[in-house]
């Protein structure tokens, strides 16, 4: 009996940790980065599928996540980066504005993994100031599809992460919710 209890208290620990840490990465892309995360066209993103069934919104802030995390797992370590920049372009990566599985005639998607850094990064640009920093997160998180490496250890980072979350999210391990409906009001 008290081995079960033990064993119970320690898996609580283990996720009220994980709950603390969830809550700190959350709070931290919020505090900067509340008005992307405000804006019209972010939302938007709720309506398209990454990969598998997960929206490109929460595909972003997974990324955003992760990036955080790797970036304190790297401090540790002495090596710094830049946060609010990393947390921007993370959330920005992906700001393409349309459902890449859609077929559309006008605008073909078939080359989508190549092509969507530099509509994504087009897109930012018009409804925010971007650093350069962050215009390489966005231009450059797609490599080696892109033909240019990332510059910064803050791309370097993001491009790490978003290929993480999306081999978890094409193998069904992260699932999501599905796009939302548009809501059409009479």
Sequence with gaps: MKRYRLR???????????????RSLHREIVHNASDILKSKNFEKTKRHIQHGSMTVNRHCMDVAKYSLFISYKL???GIRCKKDELIRGALLHDYFLYDWHDADHVQPHNLHGFRHPGTALRNA??????????????????????????LCREAWIVTTADKWCSLLETLHVHKGHGAEKIRTEF
Aim: glycine content about 0%.
């Design 75 to 77: 401090e540790k370590m």
């Design 8 to 22: 119970n208290f320690k898996q609580a620990e283990k996720w009220k940790k994980h709950y603390l840490m969830q």
């Design 125 to 150: 640009k018009k409804e925010y100031r971007l650093t350069p920093r962050e215009e390489d997160i966005i231009r450059k998180h797609m490599w080696p599809l892109t033909p240019m490496p990332p």
